[in-house]
């Protein structure tokens, strides 16, 4: 009897940790297009959906249709379907969101850098320009620091940030380490001088 509430307690001691921590991750991670949701409703089992959120942004959900997920937390869009159910077709809904399968998270780093490639950025934090470049086993001695770039798609228009490494690693300004979004392209050029 004792064996076995030392294994309980162990078990207990390795599996909530674990699971707390995904619960964590989960409450700050914003919803990507490509991830797949499990949605339940309580006492509504015919409202039970598994959906992967579109390019655009957005799930189809029974009943109310289209949602806009993307970049909402799972809370968040716990409540918007809550309210939207409670809008026109329950008096009150009990709604469940759980990530099933994450978006992959990646950043490329090109260029000047000792290991270029794609790269997997973590699920509970944000990744900046400085750590995506330690992941690629930093720069070359060929690189100009201060011209590193960031490239993303936003809102269907390509855009451009210059991070002047120069700024952040000798004077301090840690506020211009801009924070890489899933996709995004960081290029070190190489100096010509």
Do not use: C, W
């Not at 076995?4 to 699971?19: N, R, S």
């Not at 469940?96 to 992959?104: K, M, T, W």
């Not at 470049?133 to 269907?156: H, L, P, S, Y």
């Amino acid at each position: 009897m004792k064996i076995f509430i030392t294994i309980l307690l162990l078990a207990a001691v390795f599996v909530v940790p674990v699971f707390a921590a995904d619960s964590a991750a989960q409450g700050k991670y914003k919803l990507q297009p490509t991830d797949i949701l499990q949605i339940t409703v309580h006492g509504q089992p015919d409202l039970t959906t598994k959906t992967r959120i579109a390019a655009d942004g957005y799930i189809s959900f029974p009943l109310i249709g289209q949602v806009m997920a993307r970049g909402l937390t799972v809370q968040d869009l716990e409540e918007k379907i809550k309210e939207l159910l409670e809008k026109d077709y329950l008096v009150k809904a009990e709604v469940l969101v759980f990530i099933d399968e994450y978006h992959p998270r990646q950043v490329s780093v090109m260029g000047e850098v000792n290991k270029p490639g794609k790269f997997d950025m973590p699920d509970e934090r944000d990744m900046t320009v400085l750590e995506a470049v330690a992941m690629a086993e930093g720069f070359t001695k060929d690189a100009d620091v201060n011209r590193t770039r960031v490239m993303r798609i936003e809102d269907g228009k390509r855009k451009t940030l210059i991070v002047k490494v120069k700024d952040i690693t000798e004077r301090g300004e840690k506020e211009k380490d801009v924070v890489v979004q899933p996709d995004d392209v960081v290029f070190v050029p190489e100096s010509f001088f």
